[in-house]
């Protein structure tokens, strides 16, 4: 059996405390005999993109890109609706 976990973030308020979680994280992952993909994988930032939201030291917020894909889509079928009705 294959399992693909796709999300995995370890944030912590405090920077020296970071290598000891990550120890533990990946001493848990060896544990389970689960692997990461090192090419999908990113060390030392300060914020970015997690599960359509950006994380950062100031907080948490939507992501505008995700905004916008919901907003297009939910324009999309607005107009399909506004066409059936058109033709009727």
């Known amino acids: 059996m294959e399992v693909y976990i796709n999300d995995f973030l370890v944030k912590l308020a405090w920077a020296e ?15 389970y005999y689960m692997k ?3 090419t999908k994988c990113t060390f030392g930032v300060t914020s970015g993109e997690f599960l359509a939201y950006i994380i950062a030291k100031r907080g948490i917020k939507a992501n505008p890109k995700q905004i ?3 907003w ?3 324009l999309r079928g607005t ?3 506004s066409t059936v009705y058109q033709e009727e």
């Open 36 to 38: 990461l993909n090192p």
């Open 72 to 74: 297009n889509s939910h």
């Open 68 to 70: 916008l894909l919901s």
């Open 17 to 31: 405390d970071h290598i000891d979680h990550l120890k533990t994280c990946f001493d848990i992952l060896n544990k």
């Open 79 to 81: 107009k399909e609706k």
